[in-house]
């Protein structure tokens, strides 16, 4: 796609808008106007074009659904003091969504291609932007395979989507997690690290059962042993033992979160002390027994922080106290989301500037 090219626009002549309700946001319960759509065949991506978001026919051989080449991103576009509308990391969401591509064996897309469709579609719905504090447009990149053939293959034909819908501020409350000892999310060398759709259905079981248990989430555990953590939920997790945030060190069966990498970098400069390691499921017993694990939280860009209250180890709860004031994960929130509004300096150029006339 050349990059000076416009994209051409189909407007919706029945627009959603006048029906959102902002002060409710119920999370993907609207979605906003239109929707970024492109196809690839014979080896290449065609022009992107904007429509207004609705149905696409589709064939029910579509290869997705059968052997699930699907994968996707989520990020969110946030109104800034002066009016613009700011996009929190683009270029490394973009750059993730190449490798989560690359190991599902679908093509690239370009940044051009991916920046370009977006500021146009932001450009377009940007009332959909929601201005209160904490509140967001969330945006969904998709991209599935669409032959239509029963054969178990590559797929040679693919189409990407972005569509956004407006959230609110989301507090989660405090969960009470159960350590997974007999079901994994991924093992590594699987395909933990993509954003692939398959990684989802696959842990939706395990988080009912953690349900039906009395839980809210699954505390992931690896794969071989379940003796270290791996991750909370479809979130990142951090701890705080002995005044050090502490968090699982990336491999092949952890998502290398957004959320999780900002949060690092904060903390380094806010002269809080880090550490990237495998932690060991005995370790996080003994610090909670002891009274120095003083926080523990998952991260994701939906949610923020999401504080965690108690997690159980073969029948036994251990409890960790809830954030106060003072504590980091509202700390660094708060800082995050300074930095999204404008509010403060964004000294990592994390804000993608959307200028709204
Ligand atoms: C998306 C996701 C996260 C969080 O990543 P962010 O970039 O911070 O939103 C963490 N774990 C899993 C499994 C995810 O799918």
Known sequence: MATNNEIAIKHTNQSQFPKVDFNNLDFGKYISDHMVVANYANKNWGEPEIIPYGDLPMSPAMLSLHYGQSIFEGMKAFKMKDGNISIFRLKKHHARMNKSLA??????????????????????????????????????????????????????LYKFIIMTTPVGPYFSKPYRLKVEDHYVRTAEGGTGFAKCAGNYGGAFYPA?????EGFDQVLWTDHKDHQYIDEVGMMNVMFVINGKLITPSLNTAILDGITRDSILTLAK?????????????????????????????????????????????????????????????????????????????????????IKIK
């Open 103 to 156: 190991r599902m064996c679908m093509p690239q897309i370009s940044e051009p291609m991916f920046t370009e469709t977006l500021r146009t579609l932001i450009e377009l719905d940007h009332q959909w932007v929601p201005s209160s504090e904490g509140a967001s447009l969330y945006i969904r990149p998709i991209v599935f395979a669409s032959e239509p053939r029963l054969g178990v293959k590559v797929s040679d």
């Open 269 to 353: 400069e806010m002269n809080f002390p880090i550490e990237e390691k495998r932690i060991k499921l005995t370790e996080l017993e003994k610090s909670a027994k002891d009274g120095s694990l003083t926080e523990a939280f998952g991260t994701g860009t939906a949610a923020v922080v999401a504080p965690i209250q108690s997690f159980n180890i073969h029948g036994v709860d251990y409890t960790i106290p809830l954030p106060d004031a003072n504590s980091f994960q509202l700390k660094v929130k708060k800082q995050l989301q300074d930095i999204r509004s404008g509010v403060t300096e964004d000294k990592h150029q994390w804000n993608h500037i």
């Open 208 to 212: 009912q059962v953690a349900k039906e």
